[in-house]
């Protein structure tokens, strides 16, 4: 059995973080702030933010129901993601297993951070196979990469199967819930005692309406997140985007009414859809999303670009040739795109 610190980069482990001023004090009631080098004038944006966000992870973790400690947030989960690398892969030598196809960051970030990155085919329903996942696996594999529901192909990956790769792999898996709100799949972070190597990923980009504001969650043992503080910028979520987050978390009713108006949605969208003539298949979606295979993706997409209507192209993807992903969005915007799809030809 591995433990952490035999995962963990030598230099991370043994980082020395920076102290920021505002790390500094804690116990005592500050009045006066002179230690930060801000200007005195502007308030509130003249202030540095919490730099671990203190406020906005309690609510989270009530609303999560896990504890703050186990609880990182950053600049979307893509920061997560490249921090998985940053933390736990030594560029050159180590590698990471991923389900394929899958979300493309977790091989840009390995590709930037020069490690390895081994994707495992998806089968013909694009479910994973964990002892396929495993066989890829050597000493020097530090992650294997799920992400439930998968993008681009919008289902839910096998709990069995990933339980598997949960109780066999001796090092971090790591599990994308960004589209998890709209899966009727209980989430992996409830595990999170169980599994003390498991990272489980949400960001309120999806359902929560704020892609703008870029706030991504890393939930762990907090040993992990720890690391994650360690290495993170000091203040990597800024004033505005904890203030919004505060907001939107006093809105939850109007977030699921939200997530229950899509998915109504997304099943006429996709009845629809699938009646197109240049339809030949709709994928199974746990998402607010769905893929679908068409006649000919590249000229359909490109056609709907010239009526101002962007969908994504997956046609080069693995297993998705001629595929197209399709977002749900409001009843008059996807009406727009299935009445210029019927007249496509
Ligand atoms: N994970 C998955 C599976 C995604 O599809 C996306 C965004 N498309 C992200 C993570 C990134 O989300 P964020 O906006 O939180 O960086």
Redesign the pocket.
């Known amino acids: 059995m591995r433990d952490l610190q035999a995962l963990t980069r030598p230099n991370i482990w043994n980082l020395k973080p920076y102290s920021s001023a505002r790390n500094e004090y804690s116990g005592h009631v500050a009045r006066v702030f002179l230690d930060a080098n801000e200007n005195p004038y502007h308030a509130p944006l003249n202030r540095y933010p919490d730099p671990l966000q203190t406020e906005l992870k309690g609510k989270i973790a009530v609303m999560k129901q896990v504890a703050e400690e186990q609880i990182f947030l950053g600049n979307?989960?893509?920061?997560a993601?490249d921090l998985v690398y940053r933390c736990f892969t030594n560029p050159g030598e180590d590698n990471v297993v991923a389900i394929e196809p899958?979300?493309g960051?977790y091989q840009v970030c390995a590709d930037i951070n020069d490690v390895e990155y081994r994707p495992v085919l998806l089968d013909a329903n694009f479910q994973l196979s964990a002892n396929r996942l495993l066989a890829a696996t050597d000493a020097q594999t530090k992650v294997i990469w799920i992400?439930s529901p998968?993008?681009p192909t919008g289902n839910n990956m096998d709990r069995n199967e990933i339980i598997q790769i949960l109780e066999k792999f001796d090092g971090i898996v790591v599990i994308?819930e960004?589209?998890g709100d709209f899966s009727e799949q209980r989430s992996f972070r409830f595990d999170l005692d169980k599994y003390p190597k498991l990272i489980v990923?949400n960001?309120?980009?999806?359902a929560w309406g704020c892609?703008a504001i870029?706030?991504?969650m890393a939930f762990a043992d907090k040993e992990i997140i720890n690391l994650f503080n360690k290495v993170k910028y000091p203040y990597n979520v800024n004033l505005l985007t904890q203030r919004e987050a505060l907001s939107i978390l006093q809105q939850q009713d109007q977030v699921s009414a939200w997530v229950d108006v899509l998915l109504e949605e997304r099943t006429r969208l996709f009845e629809a859809f699938r009646q197109l003539p240049c339809c030949k298949r709709v994928f199974p979606t746990d998402a607010n999303f769905f893929l679908a295979r068409v006649t000919d993706a590249p000229s359909i997409y490109a056609y709907l670009v010239d009526q101002g209507i962007i969908v994504r192209n997956r046609h080069k993807v693995s297993l998705c040739k001629d595929c197209l992903r399709i977002t749900i969005g409001t009843k008059e915007e996807d009406d727009e795109l299935l009445v210029a799809l019927r007249n496509y030809e």
């Not at 979307?76 to 920061?79: A, R």
């Not at 960001?203 to 999806?206: E, L, R």
């Open positions: 979307g989960s893509d920061e993601i899958t979300y960051m992400c998968n993008n994308d960004a589209y990923l960001t309120f980009s999806k892609a870029r706030l991504g």
